[in-house]
């Protein structure tokens, strides 16, 4: 038997460029099969959607969420909004109401969503935001130490890159395997998450150590990055502008334990007190807009078995918040 020719240099020229291009065509493949699924439901192709949400987080579904025609009312917040039941509103003011709220998120992610919403809803009947303890950090770039997907809800060229991550490829397998699925379950259409049950499983309400968190007082202080000056002002005209005049826009200043109240005449409840003054100065330049303020004092928030901690409450000073939002709404739509 002849012995083999030996390996040239122009073989392996030849074997790096077919490696090299199978692995372009590995990735262009898995790159075009991914934006076809489109794994979180984004519309951008819209050839596998079947108009239902695949349980997920609301991080993700959002996207979903924030792109259906049949929710003309949004409201945009956390974690500290997130009980407003959106079927309620619907109820109390006749618009199709969506939760579009997102926990431990900031301005920067709740603006993010606005912003997805209005691209997919030209003239909204309603737009409710929650303006928390988050809005008055003195960073205008309003970081926050929890990942957020801006690429879902971004551009063609940010989408396409937030595709090329192992967490994608993980969807784009398992909404095929729901899409395959004719018995696949579905989260709520409209964003509705009751959490009481996840909070009291953790024991909050029964568990001494939570209770004895719930009524320690907060300092004089502001907090680090809380004193102002507060750039949500700019951030919020900018965001005013791309609302029609014609939408209804209400701001709501969610409720806080009573404890959680600075001292009067601290400096906390002054730099507090002059971040929602610049909220309302804002706002106020959009002329169907109101603020829902729940930081004013009334003793409801003096009542520790409606709070689990400090900033959230239960469901029934929700539903009272939620009353006071749809009244709101109602005056605003009758002006």
């Given at each position: 038997m002849?012995p083999a020719?030996?390996?040239t ?5 030849a074997f790096?460029r ?6 372009v065509g590995?990735?262009?493949g898995?790159?075009?099969l991914a934006?076809v699924?489109d794994?979180y439901?984004?519309g951008?192709?819209?050839l ?12 993700t ?6 792109r ?7 409201v ?5 909004i ?9 109820q109390l003011?006749g618009?199709?109401?969506l ?5 431990a998120?900031?301005p920067?992610e ?12 030209a003239?909204p009947?309603a737009?409710?935001l929650s ?8 960073d205008p770039?309003?970081p ?8 879902l809800v971004?551009d063609?060229p ?6 090329i991550?192992?967490?994608?490829a993980q969807e784009?397998?398992?909404?095929l ?6 018995r ?8 509705w998450?009751d959490?009481e049950?996840?909070y009291?499983?953790?024991?909050f ?6 209770k004895a968190a719930?009524e320690?007082?907060v300092?004089?202080e502001p907090e680090?990055?809380?004193?102002g000056?507060f ?6 005209r ?7 005049a014609?939408?209804p ?6 409720p806080?334990y009573?404890?959680?109240e600075p001292?009067?005449g ?6 507090e007190?002059?971040?929602r003054?610049e ?5 106020a330049q959009h002329?169907l807009s109101?603020?829902v303020?729940?930081?004013d004092?009334?003793s ?15 469901l029934?000073?929700?539903r009272?918040l939620?009353?006071?939002i749809?009244a709101a709404i ?6």
């Amino acid at each position: 038997m002849a012995p083999a020719p030996p390996t040239t240099d122009r073989d392996w020229r030849a074997f790096v460029r077919i490696l090299a291009l199978s692995m372009v065509g590995l990735f262009a493949g898995y790159l075009a099969l991914a934006v076809v699924v489109d794994p979180y439901d984004t519309g951008r192709s819209t050839l596998l959607s079947r108009g239902a949400v695949r349980p997920q987080g609301p991080r993700t579904a959002s996207a979903m969420r924030g792109r259906d025609p049949a929710y003309s009312g949004v409201v945009i917040g956390n974690s500290h909004i997130q009980l407003i039941e959106p079927a309620a509103l619907t109820q109390l003011t006749g618009i199709p109401f969506l939760q579009l709220s997102v926990p431990a998120t900031g301005p920067s992610e709740q603006f993010a969503l606005l912003g997805w919403y209005l691209k997919h809803h030209a003239r909204p009947d309603a737009i409710v935001l929650s303006a928390d303890a988050f809005w008055c950090a003195d960073d205008p770039a309003f970081p926050s130490e929890h990942g957020f997907p801006y690429w879902l809800v971004g551009d063609w060229p940010a989408y396409l890159r937030g595709l090329i991550r192992f967490s994608a490829a993980q969807e784009t397998v398992n909404r095929l395997g729901w899409l395959l699925n004719p018995r696949h379950k579905t989260a709520a259409a409209d964003g509705w998450w009751d959490y009481e049950r996840n909070y009291l499983s953790q024991g909050f309400g029964i568990d001494p150590a939570k209770k004895a968190a719930l009524e320690k007082p907060v300092g004089p202080e502001p907090e680090p990055h809380h004193g102002g000056p507060f750039p949500i002002a700019a951030r919020l005209r900018a965001e005013l502008a791309r609302i029609p005049a014609a939408t209804p826009v209400v701001v709501v200043f969610p409720p806080v334990y009573a404890r959680a109240e600075p001292p009067p005449g601290s400096p906390r409840a002054r730099a507090e007190a002059a971040c929602r003054a610049e909220v309302r100065a804002v706002l106020a330049q959009h002329a169907l807009s109101t603020v829902v303020d729940w930081r004013d004092g009334r003793s409801a928030a003096a009542d520790p078995d409606q709070f689990f901690d400090q900033t959230h409450y239960r469901l029934p000073l929700a539903r009272s918040l939620t009353a006071e939002i749809a009244a709101a709404i109602v005056r605003l739509r009758t002006r």
